[in-house]
Nanobody, 124 residues
């Protein structure tokens, strides 16, 4: 069982930056693939970024590639999402997720545990 708690969301102007954090409970954090997803009002939850257990492999949605960076600190049981050059279309609730599988996944149904989400609002 893994419990996830996101933080770091807020209101920012277009072009600004935010850093999201996701703190995980449990001693097996390093075994999990970690992902970030987002859900805007009236839209389905979508993949943003994922990172494998070691941090050496990362994956991004085309819409955030080059602007967002996912990273993890296994010693702190934490995964991060650095978001730069934010756009109004990045506005959404951002969710952290953990996947017990070994291969990195990019779909909602493949993740086993979810946080409660943190709101990110980008004003134009």
């Amino acid at each position: 069982q893994v419990q996830l708690v996101e933080s770091g969301g807020g209101l920012v102007q277009a072009g600004g930056s935010l850093r999201l954090s996701c703190a995980a409970s449990g001693r097996t954090f390093s075994r999990y693939v970690m992902g970030w997803f987002r859900q805007a009002p009236g839209k389905e939850r979508e993949f943003v970024a994922a990172i494998n257990w070691s941090g050496r492999s990362t994956y991004y949605a085309d819409s955030v590639k080059g602007r967002f960076t996912i990273s993890r600190d296994n010693a702190k049981n934490t995964v991060y999402l650095q978001m730069n050059s934010l756009k109004p279309e990045d506005t959404a609730v951002y969710y952290c997720a953990a996947d017990a599988a070994t291969m990195v996944a990019t779909t909602v149904r493949e993740y086993d545990y979810w946080g409660q989400g943190t709101q990110v609002t980008v004003s134009s």
